[in-house]
């Protein structure tokens, strides 16, 4: 977890670790042309990135990181990740503008 500032740098260390997925915060990084890069990278390594607005304190996050961390009595959990942004490529830079603080 960090700043979006330092996004590309965590995705880089995640892949170059075998992350077999990635859920990436928005905006995911500081401008549309690094998210670019990163997303190419992410194809290129076979792995799936998913783009959430999570926040730490949900019920569904809690339970699927026990679930996947093997705790004690979790259940697999299945998560359905959504989106209600309306974003084109030709508005997301106003995103990251919005967003530059992380």
Known sequence: ????????GFFRQAIKAGATHI???KPGAPTVGELQAM???AKAAKVPVYMGFIKNI???VEGALAAANGAA???AVETKLVS???YTEATLQECFERNAEG
């Open 1 to 8: 977890a960090g700043r979006t500032v330092g996004n590309p």
């Open 58 to 60: 949900s019920g569904y």
């Open 73 to 75: 009595g979790a259940e």
């Open 84 to 86: 209600r942004n309306d």
């Open 23 to 25: 859920l990436l915060e």
């Open 39 to 41: 997303a190419a990278e």
